[in-house]
Each structure stands twice: as C-alpha cells, then as structure tokens.
Nanobody
Framework: QVQLVESGGGLVQTGGSLRLSCVASGSTFSINTIAWYRQAPGKQRDWVAA???????NYADPVKGRFTISRDNAKNTVYLQMNGLKPEDTAVYLC?????????WGQGTQVTVSS
C-alpha cells in the first residue's frame, strides 16, 4: 500500500511562487510515475504534471514554462515548483500514483492565488 501526503499550499498574490511537496510511503515509490492533479471548486480534476521513475517529465499546456516537477527518490518526495502563479491556478492540488494497478491519491493541499 502507498500513502501520499501533500504540503506547501497557501495564499499568494498573482505572479508569486509556491513549492508543493508530496511525500510517499511504500516500497514501490522508486519505480512509479508520480503525478500532480488539481481541482477547482465545481470543476473536474485536471492533470497538471507527471514525472517517471527515470525522471522524465510532462506538463499540461496551461502550466508549461511556469511549473517544474522534480523528485528526490532518497526522500521519497516529489515536488511541484510553481512560478508565475495566476488566479486560474487556484485549486486543491493532489498527488497521484499507482501500484500494482491500484490508484492512490493524497488528501490535497489548497493553493489560492489572489488577483
């Protein structure tokens, strides 16, 4: 079983930065792709970025050039560095992975960007 715990959310002004962390527990962390999703009130959950076990990264178009995903396998942690934040980035950000075909989600961390 895998547990994911996010942290680092908060309230920032437009143009500001935040770094989110996702700490995973479970022996399969180093071989899984980890992804960040976000969900704004009343909207669907959207994929934001992902990083493979080898470090390959992918980003959704709305965040390309502003967000950077990285991982530290020694610390079982994935980061999401968010720069140039916009009000439309306001959402709960959730960490996701899967192991043995079972999906795992964190509880989420709130990011609010004021205009």
């Amino acid at each position: 079983q895998v547990q994911l715990v996010e942290s680092g959310g908060g309230l920032v002004q437009t143009g500001g930065s935040l770094r989110l962390s996702c700490v995973a527990s479970g022996s399969t962390f180093s071989i899984n792709t980890i992804a960040w999703y976000r969900q704004a009130p009343g909207k669907q959950r959207d994929w934001v970025a992902a990083i493979s076990s080898s470090g390959s990264t992918n980003y959704a178009d709305p965040v390309k050039g502003r967000f950077t995903i990285s991982r530290d396998n020694a610390k079982n942690t994935v980061y999401l560095q968010m720069n140039g934040l916009k009000p439309e980035d306001t959402a709960v950000y959730l960490c996701y992975t899967s192991s043995g075909g079972t999906p795992y989600w964190g509880q989420g961390t709130q990011v609010t960007v004021s205009s």
